[in-house]
């Protein structure tokens, strides 16, 4: 029982790490006991650790929640880049509109490239304006005529 209120009191990366100064600790525990009845104990050396297999499974959720934990962080952290870099392009692109419409130019490129696709074209309120303003100009009847 003194052996396992010993290791009791340690982690189990800490018994891993640190296998020589709990063996000398845990020479002197048993040094303790044995010393009234005249025996000495020379050394004491852990050859081999065996974990239950509940611990094990245990230690392995662990990990494997860590290792979704930082994943999730790290996705996370590129998410938030993206959006930084996404809302800075806006900027410069909102600042120039012709850099505005060649962007919506090289959209309709792409879209138009893929199969098997139906394309809407969205197309700003000016030209739409000026469209009508042409078609309401040819309705009129000429002058000259």
Request: glycine share 4%; net charge negative.
């Amino acid at each position: 029982t003194t052996l396992r209120t010993l290791l009791g009191q340690h982690t189990l990366d800490e018994i891993l790490k640190a296998q020589d100064t709990i063996a000398d600790l845990m020479q002197r525990s048993i040094d303790r006991v044995t010393e009234p009845w005249g025996v000495k104990v020379e050394r004491v050396q852990m050859k081999n650790v065996e974990i239950p297999e509940t611990m094990q499974r245990a230690m392995a959720q662990e990990a494997e929640a860590l290792r979704e934990k930082r994943a999730r962080i790290i996705k996370a952290e590129a998410e938030l880049e993206a959006a930084e870099q996404l809302r800075q392009a806006a900027e410069r692109i909102m600042q120039n509109p012709a850099a505005l419409e060649l962007r919506r130019m090289q959209m309709i490129t792409e879209v138009g490239a893929e199969q098997n696709t139906m394309t809407i074209v969205m197309m700003p309120s000016e030209f739409v304006e000026m469209a009508r303003g042409i078609g309401a100009m040819a309705k009129k009847p000429h002058p000259d005529g």
